[in-house]
């Protein structure tokens, strides 16, 4: 690593402090170091943590001001360059009990750790317009128990399920400073400015997402004689030079009326908020801005874009204006509306706006509601690995099969087996030891065969990931970490565990021989290039497998899958897997007739 490269750590003598017991630590994952909305949030989290006792460290692969601004407050944060790229967090988590990672830009960080021991708090804070293809592809397909996610509001829970259903989400809202409780100044009241101007303040990135250009429409709009009588200070960073154009030549046209302060720090964006008499937030799309939630805490009311997660809580508590549509017109008449406001209106807005942030955005609030997410994140949640058993006559190997499925390293699963009408006594050995250890047992009244149990035991699976599991001791159950991952993880829909991949020959050699030939034939039809089509490993998502309408009740189900699973254009993957075969005598099922049977499938399905 060059110089240029090197970790930059903002209060390393903080660290220094630090004890080595990682049950005592926690790492924050940021997007990056700005003073924006997320960072900002995230460094509350870190300090809440802190109060409750935790060790934190902030990592991020972009730096900024918040650096040392964490540092000033006694939180550690390392800029660490190429960090999604480097093994440094999945080579460190076991220093500490869990990792937060903030926002779907750190994507690639809970990546690495989906599946791993590690508990991970991913907090999403996105709206619609971050869900790039560059965020999309990044983001794990599947979420294994150890990640739980949650967002910032209802706005941004929605924006994430629309775009994957499959992830399971709560909501944690962020936490701001009492600003009111620092201030001098506790009542609110229209302050005007010395020449009785209405004041209100647009804080924020200078972007098109953040909707400054809206409100220069709408300040255009406004009658002559009332936008005299106003004030309109915008505030942020320039991420866009023209808008920042636009800024600037409308306050060459109204000097008077329009500030416009870039590059200020955090505690300077509160001084503005004590000059205000309203905060504007005209953003075209925003789940949870920030500014609004620091204007409330001073009683400040907010006109605000109903295309945010705040106009819910304005319109609830009734604290502010909103308009919809992104309609600078209407923005303009709601300034109006403001301009002209009675002194007691203003201060029924302002109660209001203060009780809003007392019970929505208080740190007594967002602590507790963390501490509940910091006792579920010890906890896996609902199953995600369904592993389907049929069974016929195997009351010698059923216990120890499900034995070794429990022992399996897959925290969160669901088992179903599915007795195709046992004649020996499986059925009494599932009903008096197996019972209590699985999931769901279902019974077949009638013999009906591998393919019938596994359309069975499929329509009953809830978790995300479906595999199928013979009962005889062929496979090994420890090996299913490798089969499942590349769904979960989002590189393989369906994923097939070859016995021959692995270099090793097992088995008989007409079996191999009969195999062989039949994955051969297989491919040939499907276009798929796999080299064991009649392994008992398969994995599938759920959504695919029980998509798929099985007609074959026998061990014909290996070809028809493969051949239906082919012409829903999905590409089947393969991992190898070892394989301890089992000879007729010792109760293995498929015979001649079933490769006959199994060549006839593959013609018929192609």
């Not at 506790?186 to 972007?207: L, P, Y």
Request: hydrophobic residues 40%; proline residues 4%.
């Amino acid at each position: 690593m060059s110089d240029i490269q090197k970790p930059v750590i903002y209060g390393e003598n903080l660290i220094g402090d630090y004890s080595d017991d990682p049950d005592n630590s926690i790492l924050l994952v940021s997007h990056e170091l700005s003073l924006s909305g997320a960072p900002i949030v995230l460094l509350n989290l870190a300090l809440a943590l802190k109060k409750a006792g935790w060790q934190t460290l902030i990592v991020s692969p972009e730096d900024g001001a918040l650096g040392p601004y964490a540092a000033e407050y006694g939180i550690p944060a390392m800029y660490y360059p190429g960090l999604y790229a480097s093994d440094y967090v999945a080579e460190n988590r076991k220093k500490y009990a869990a990792v937060i990672a903030c926002t779907i830009v750190t994507a690639p960080i809970v990546r690495k750790l989906n599946g791993t021991d590690t508990p991970v708090m991913w907090w999403i804070h996105e709206s619609a317009a971050a869900y790039g293809a560059d965020n999309m592809a990044a983001m794990p397909k599947r979420l294994r128990g150890n990640v739980h996610v949650y967002c910032v509001s209802a706005y941004a829970k929605r924006m994430l399920e629309e775009r994957f259903p499959q992830y399971k989400s709560e909501l944690l809202m962020y936490y701001v400073k009492d600003a009111m409780r620092e201030s001098s100044d506790t009542k609110a009241h229209f302050k005007r400015s010395e020449d009785g101007q209405t004041v209100f303040a647009c804080v924020g990135m200078v972007e098109p997402r953040k909707g400054q250009d809206i409100l220069l429409k709408a300040i255009r709009d406004i009658p002559d004689q009332a936008r005299k009588n106003c004030k309109f200070i915008f505030v942020g960073t320039v991420a866009d030079q023209e808008i920042k154009k636009q800024i600037e030549s409308m306050r060459e046209m109204y000097h008077q009326q329009i500030v416009f302060y870039e590059g200020l720090g955090h505690d300077e964006v509160y001084e503005i908020y004590n000059e205000i008499d309203f905060l504007i937030c005209a953003s075209r799309d925003d789940p949870m801005p920030l500014v609004v939630a620091e204007a409330m805490s001073l009683g400040r009311p907010c006109i605000c874009s109903a295309n945010t997660g705040t106009a819910e809580k304005i319109e609830r508590y009734e604290s502010g204006l909103t308009y919809k549509n992104n309609d600078p017109y209407a923005l303009a008449r709601l300034i109006e509306d403001a301009y002209e406001m009675s002194e007691e209106k203003y201060q029924v807005l302002s109660a209001n706006a203060r009780a809003a942030f007392e019970k929505e955005f208080s740190e007594e609030v967002f602590e507790e509601n963390l501490g509940e997410a910091m006792e579920k994140l010890g906890k896996n949640v609902e199953s995600n690995l369904s592993i389907v058993i049929p069974c016929f006559n195997e009351e010698a190997n059923i216990k120890t099969i499900v034995e070794a499925v429990l022992a399996s390293p897959i925290d969160n699963k669901e088992i179903i087996i599915v007795d195709d009408c046992s004649t020996d006594n499986t059925k009494d050995v599932l009903e008096r030891e197996i019972k209590p250890l699985v999931s769901k047992i279902i019974y077949h009244e009638k013999n009906q065969g591998k393919g019938a149990a596994l359309r069975t035991g499929f329509k009953h699976a809830t978790g995300d990931v479906v595999i199928i599991q013979d009962a005889d001791m062929e496979y090994d159950p420890t090996e299913y970490p490798q089969i499942v991952n590349p769904i979960f993880d989002g590189t393989a829909d369906v994923v097939y565990g070859s016995r021959f991949l692995n270099g090793k020959r097992k088995g008989y050699l007409a079996n191999r021989l009969a195999n062989r030939t039949l994955t051969l034939l297989s491919n040939l039809f499907t276009r798929q290039k796999i080299t064991d089509m009649e392994t008992c490993y398969k994995a599938f998502e759920r959504d695919i497998i029980q998509s798929v309408e099985i007609e074959e009740n026998r061990f014909g189900f290996e070809p028809e899958i493969t051949s239906k699973i082919s012409k829903m254009g999905i590409k089947i993957a393969e991992v190898p897997i070892s394989y301890y075969p089992r000879s007729m005598e010792e109760g293995k099922k498929i015979g001649f007739k079933d490769g006959l049977r199994a060549i006839y499938v593959i013609c018929r399905y192609r």
